[in-house]
């Protein structure tokens, strides 16, 4: 499978985006996904994942009440909805897919990843 993370940009403290994490060459419904970032000059860090099914969702504590992960399947694509952005959530997204049913937020399990997607909050 190959992932492909979009919908970063600039935005403000406070303000919202929705990053989008679609595929080609197989269906996203056997896959787990992850949704992970990293910082300038800092380590790649779990933000959230969703199982293949749906029916489980896994956040960062930094990120809880604040993010929505969620996934249409028929669409072949999983969200990750981002509201009350502050300037620590500034970082390159990426998501990334494991087969089978998985809640982690450890980068090692997840075997695909997709090219990451800018996202600046400042204001």
């Known amino acids: 499978v190959q992932l492909q993370a979009s919908g970063g940009g600039l935005v403000q403290p406070g303000g919202s985006l929705r990053l989008s994490c679609t595929a080609s060459?197989?269906?996203?419904?056997?896959?787990?996904i992850g949704w992970f970032r990293q910082a300038p000059g800092k380590e790649r860090e779990g933000v959230s994942s969703?199982?293949?099914?749906?029916?489980?969702?896994n956040y960062a504590d930094s990120v809880k009440g604040r993010f929505t992960i969620s996934r249409d399947n028929a669409k072949n694509v999983v969200y990750l909805q981002m509201n009350s952005l502050e300037p620590e959530d500034t970082a390159v997204y990426y998501c990334?897919?494991?087969?089978?049913?998985?809640?982690?937020?450890?980068?090692?399990?997840?075997?695909?990843w997709g090219q990451g997607t800018l996202v600046t909050v400042s204001s």
């Open positions: 060459g197989s269906t996203l419904d056997r896959y787990s």
């Open positions: 969703i199982r293949s099914d749906g029916l489980s969702t």
């Open positions: 990334a897919a494991v087969l089978g049913i998985s809640r982690s937020l450890y980068g090692a399990n997840y075997n695909y």
